[in-house]
């Protein structure tokens, strides 16, 4: 074991290759490293922050469904209701209608047997006046006894 | 195996540098004086620092933050398991410790790994490629005391500027003159300190050079076995494995660790 100058030579040596190392190997592999590190951090943050707010969607989009059928079935609930609305209309309307034509029938009706009675009496009174000329051909006088007749008419 | 020298010749002609140094530094033609440089340890260490971390270098300009390549994500792995480490140990800030860190680990493991190639792979192909067959040549530089020690000084001399930056010229004195017994035990404190500092860059070298050397030691051992060998030197080869890692973790642990004791207050 001799110790000679090739100590020197390998100080050397030692030294450049530390100096290397130092200047162009650590701080590039150091900072690619650093900067993989940060990139990894934020693309799992982002997943994260993907994930909440996925799921804050689903249960936006949950509250809307619910939201839309409660409102769906009010519709519903409202539609029935105007609908048997509608119907009690509609049968308290044809039960007016339907009143006004039977009472208009009624009338009617009315008016035409009125109208018989006065045809009837204009005939009564002719067919009385008839009969009795028939029966009293001569000595009833039709002009005498028009008074007494008129009060007949009116009678009946 | 080398013809001539016999075993302990083979063991010997395994276990020498490549030395070269001024004609006045040898002596009886070995080259044995301070000013001589294992011309291997130098290259094989050189050569593999700059292929790994020109590589690195090169994937790390092209990193992106976005799907990384199978080269960036090999490296980013690697880098990462060593930024790991620092930040659970090393609770100061410094831009420092993690490029040390892993230079210590990335460059501790390739060159460790030189051990995994069959001993006599290199050697023998580079001696019949410059035709000089008493060619000496180690290919695996961290069993070389020189290279561990360079790095372990290295790493000293940086804990001790970095404990200086970090706590002020004058508390980093009060802590070597003051702790643990006080200011009035001055001389028997500093001693203590002066003694814990020298063993942490000795300890650390010597594991790292005495765990790969005694692992050379025993692929050259193998090595002799002829056909024996075969079945020896898988499993040694596997375990080695685990020790080429560990080693070169611990190495990277230890500087860690003491970067974070400069750091810290005791």
């Given amino acids: 074991m001799n110790i000679n100058a090739t100590l020197i030579g390998q100080a050397i040596w030692f030294g450049l290759f530390i100096w290397i190392t130092m200047k162009y190997v650590w701080p590039p592999l150091q900072k690619a490293m650093a900067d993989r590190q940060a990139q990894i951090a934020e693309g799992l943050a982002a997943a994260e922050r993907g994930k909440h707010e996925q799921e804050l969607a689903a249960k936006r989009s949950a509250d809307a469904l619910r939201e839309a059928k409660e409102k769906s079935a009010e519709f519903v609930a409202q539609a029935e209701k105007r609908a048997q609305q509608i119907v009690e209309e509609a049968k308290g309307n044809a039960k007016v209608e339907a009143d006004k034509i039977v009472a208009g029938a009624k009338a009617e009706i009315e008016q035409e047997v009125e109208r018989a009675k006065q045809q009837l009496r204009e005939r009564v009174a002719e067919l009385a006046v008839a009969g009795a000329e028939k029966i009293l051909r001569k000595e009833i006088n039709a002009s005498v006894h028009a008074e007494m007749l008129g009060a007949l008419k009116q009678d009946l | ?266």
Wanted: proline share 5%; with cysteine.
């Fill in chain 2, 1 to 266: 195996m080398s013809a001539e020298g016999g075993t302990a010749g083979y063991i010997q002609h395994h276990l020498t540098n490549l030395a070269v140094c001024a004609d006045s530094a040898k002596v009886d033609g070995v080259c044995q004086g301070f000013w001589t440089f294992h011309l291997d340890t130098l290259l094989v260490s050189g050569i593999l620092g700059l292929v790994v971390f020109g590589l690195m270098a090169m994937l790390a300009s092209k990193a992106t933050a976005g799907i990384p390549s199978g080269g960036q994500n090999f490296v980013e792995m690697v880098v990462g398991l060593v930024d790991q480490q620092v930040r659970d140990t090393f609770h100061g800030r410094s831009a420092l410790v993690t490029p040390l860190a892993i230079t210590i680990f990335v460059w501790v493991f390739v060159m460790n790994a030189m051990d995994l190639i069959p001993v006599d792979f290199l050697p023998v192909a580079l001696q019949a490629a410059t035709g000089n067959h008493h060619l000496p040549f180690k290919f695996v530089p961290t069993t070389d005391p020189n290279l561990t020690f360079a790095m372990s000084l290295t790493v000293f001399v940086i804990s001790i500027a970095m404990g200086l930056k970090v706590k002020g010229f004058g508390h980093f004195m009060h802590e070597v003159f003051a702790v643990p017994f006080g200011i009035k035990l001055a001389p028997i404190n500093f001693l203590f300190r002066v003694v814990e500092e020298i063993a942490r860059p000795i300890s650390l070298s010597l594991r790292l050079f005495g765990n790969m050397y005694a692992g050379e030691m025993v692929f050259i051992l193998i090595a002799l076995l002829g056909l024996y060998q075969l079945p020896l030197a898988l499993p040694w080869e596997l375990f080695h494995i685990l020790i080429i890692t560990l080693q070169a973790f611990v190495f990277m642990m230890l500087t860690i660790v003491y970067m974070s004791m400069a750091a810290e207050s005791h």
